[in-house]
């Protein structure tokens, strides 16, 4: 079995996920992108800029949205500039979250600009959090690694406040594993040995466990990732995301029997009719 296919099979459940549980956030227009010389070797990586992401997201906007947006901006003038920064940037994010379809990339990136602000650990790791859960839906490589570089960000600065959380470093490391470009090897397994520390030491910390199987995933370590995932629906036996990974593993090797007590498994959990649907579909085929 082909790496790819798995990670074609895995991006399929995650989407389906990421509907369900988040909604469809990510823009799916693409932006303005610069391309920039990668490795010797390998492609050229694109790369794109908050400006490209605020204009593309802004072009969407009618007059008076974008006239509220180009206030709110130009707000900070003088006075107490960090506290008008702060308000401003909770407007921004509020507006982008509550108003405007699609604008997920505005809202997470001004939820990450309050946060630094704050500089609480609550705050920063909810945002580098928005970032995290939604770069594994993302498959354009310039928004991804823009992604990926605000949450190692967000992650890094939790750390400095909290150095012992263990959340925290096991999110830092799946942002290495999920924001590297075209599955880099080397960025992957930088992050996954990130996670491992944590794991190693406590083995009952089932978001390192998850993890590291999604980490297997992108490695093309499918016996390790069915050990790992494995382990979580053992002791997570609500976790419709592991079993549905772990049956689109199943599947893809041929394990029929093994898929469909895993999309079974699933089925029993949740009550969206086109989740169900989508499973039942997937049974079917098995038979």
């Known amino acids: 079995m082909k790496r790819q296919q798995y990670l074609v099979a895995g991006t399929g459940v995650l989407l389906l996920l990421a509907l369900y549980f988040f909604g469809n956030t990510l823009p799916t227009q693409k932006k303005r992108e610069v391309p920039s010389a990668g490795p010797p070797g390998e492609p050229m990586v694109k790369?794109?800029?908050l400006q490209d992401i605020l204009q593309a997201s802004q072009a969407r906007l009618t007059p008076a949205q974008l006239s509220y947006v180009t206030r709110l901006q130009n707000s900070v003038v003088r006075g107490d500039v960090k506290t008008q920064q702060l308000n401003a940037y909770h407007e921004l994010a509020g507006f982008w979250k509550d108003s405007v379809r699609e604008g997920f990339l505005p809202y997470a990136y001004y939820t990450g600009e309050a946060a630094k602000l704050e500089n609480s650990e609550k705050s920063l790791t909810f945002a580098a959090q928005l970032f995290l859960q939604n770069l594994r839906g993302q498959d354009n490589a310039a928004l991804k690694s823009w992604m990926a570089t605000d949450a190692k960000e967000l992650f890094e600065k939790?750390?400095?406040?909290?150095?012992?959380?263990?959340?925290?470093k096991v999110g830092l490391g799946a942002s290495y594993i999920f924001g590297s470009a075209a599955g880099n090897?080397?960025?992957?397994?930088?992050?996954?040995q990130r996670i491992l520390e944590v794991a190693r030491r406590d083995s009952t910390n089932m978001y390192a466990q998850f993890m590291l199987g999604l980490g297997g995933i992108e490695s093309g370590q499918f016996d390790k990732a069915i050990e790992r995932l494995t382990t979580v629906v053992r002791h997570q036996p609500?976790?419709?995301?592991?079993?549905?990974l772990l049956a689109e593993i199943h599947q893809q090797r041929?394990?029929?029997?093994?898929?469909?007590k895993g999309y079974e498994a699933a089925k029993k959990l949740v009550g969206n009719q086109d989740l169900i649907k989508e499973i039942d579909q997937r049974i079917q085929s098995l038979h």
């Not at 939790?158 to 925290?168: H, I, K, Q, T």
């Not at 609500?238 to 549905?244: F, G, P, T």
Request: charged letters at 20%.
């Open 185 to 192: 090897p080397t960025e992957v397994m930088q992050g996954i």
């Open 238 to 244: 609500a976790n419709i995301e592991a079993i549905l």
């Open 158 to 168: 939790a750390l400095e406040l909290n150095p012992g959380n263990d959340s925290s």
């Open 254 to 260: 041929g394990d029929k029997a093994d898929a469909i």
């Open 47 to 49: 790369s794109v800029g």
